[in-house]
């Protein structure tokens, strides 16, 4: 028999989620306050792009390594569709502004090389393996994936561990760096994600959906988002190298000595090592990332309530060794979903292209390795 509540529990209830809602936006408001006033405008503002990001992601459920999953394994096209959408919508209003200020912002640049190519690859794969890219890794760490958060530390090391060793992969040979400039660029861009979009929705299955209302709205918020960083930061958006400065950092305060490196030993990476974290671009918007997840998860659920799957000794160990991959190989493949396929493409650099061909091939693989690793299980 099914007792009733009274009316008063359920006022107290309901007066309970107001007080903690408005709790987690008190606390958003005052995070970014304290760091525009402690440290600098811009600093604050990019930290309110960060929960930005973290609040779209995980509160309108979009991702990157998801959608592609979804389109291998089903066919279904709405979330690729989207990451093409706001590629596009980015790259109408960055490249224009790339040309126009090229000493003032910067572009996801870099060069195809044989490491590139190999840690796009191999990062596409692992991001299958544990259903989530460097923003996805993140964003599920935030909102309490007990995956996520065991395999970021790994991700971080990873990521440090590929930076440091990053020059001799890239000896082994690339190409010069080549970026598509002006209108013409852009018109090539645009050219590029519309033939993109139209091998998605020539493969997609019959009858599924071709762009959703809630993955439309997401990927125009999530654009709006990244030319906010970019014009703030002068950069576009990027995860990777926010996770391996966390790493230098522990390192360095630990009595390492990063001078074999050369990436480590260079004076910017110097600079930001012995800096706070609060004056690097990237670590803030990877930190309201992963606060502007866990804010959503707590406005939905009141906390943080999910259950620790039931998962084999060797799946473990995977989630610890693919952690790593994915912070290694993202390094040699001078990005993630976002660093390298959202900004390169967005801001005019052949890598991106590149990138999002090898990674998607890795998908493949990945998708076929996870059942194998024991990922499968259930909680």
């Not at 020539?202 to 009858?207: D, K, L, Q, S, T």
């Not at 160990?317 to 912070?327: D, E, S």
């Not at 990138?355 to 998607?360: G, N, T, V, Y």
């Amino acid at each position: 028999m099914t007792q009733a509540v009274s009316p008063d529990l359920r006022l107290e209830a309901g007066n309970g989620v107001v007080s903690r809602r408005a709790a987690l936006v008190v606390a958003a408001l005052v995070s970014v306050a304290l760091v525009a006033v402690f440290v600098g405008a811009c600093y604050g503002l990019l930290l309110a792009v960060g929960l930005g990001f973290g609040v779209v992601l995980e509160g309108m459920r979009f991702g990157f390594a998801g959608p592609w999953r979804a389109m291998i394994l089903r066919r279904e096209p709405s979330g690729m569709l989207a990451q093409l959408l706001a590629i596009a919508l980015v790259s109408v209003v960055a490249i224009p502004l790339l040309s126009a200020h090229p000493g003032e912002l910067v572009g996801a640049q870099a060069a195809v090389g044989f490491a590139m190519v190999g840690g796009a690859f191999v990062f596409g794969a692992c991001m299958q393996i544990l259903l989530g890219c460097g923003s996805g890794t993140l964003v599920n760490a935030g909102s309490g994936n007990p995956i996520a958060v065991f395999a970021l530390p790994f991700f971080c090391i990873g990521s440090f561990f590929g930076a440091y060793g990053l020059v001799w992969w890239t000896s082994l040979g690339a190409l010069p760096i080549l970026q598509f400039r002006g209108l013409t660029g852009l018109g090539l861009t645009l050219v590029l994600l519309a033939i993109s979009a139209a091998i998605v929705l020539w493969r997609a299955a019959p009858g599924t959906v071709r762009l959703s209302r809630r993955h439309g709205i997401a990927a125009i918020v999530l654009a709006a988002l990244a030319i906010g960083n970019l014009v703030v930061a002068g950069q576009p958006w990027g995860v990777v190298y926010g996770l391996g400065l966390w790493t230098a950092k522990v390192a360095t305060v630990a009595g390492a000595d990063l001078s074999g490196s050369a990436f480590w030993a260079a004076s910017g990476s110097v600079e930001r090592v012995q800096s706070s974290l609060l004056t690097d671009y990237t670590s803030l918007t990877d930190i309201g990332l992963i606060a502007g997840a866990f804010g959503v998860a707590a406005w939905r659920r009141g906390g943080l309530t999910a259950k620790l799957p039931s998962y084999p000794a060797r799946a473990w160990i995977a989630t610890m060794v693919v952690g790593f991959l994915l912070g290694y190989s993202s390094r040699l493949a001078f990005g993630c979903n976002v660093g390298a396929f959202f900004s390169g493409i967005s801001t005019g650099s052949l890598h991106g292209w590149v990138w999002f061909i090898a990674a998607f091939a890795g998908a493949f693989v990945g998708i076929r390795l996870r059942p194998l690793l024991g990922l499968e299980a259930r909680a």
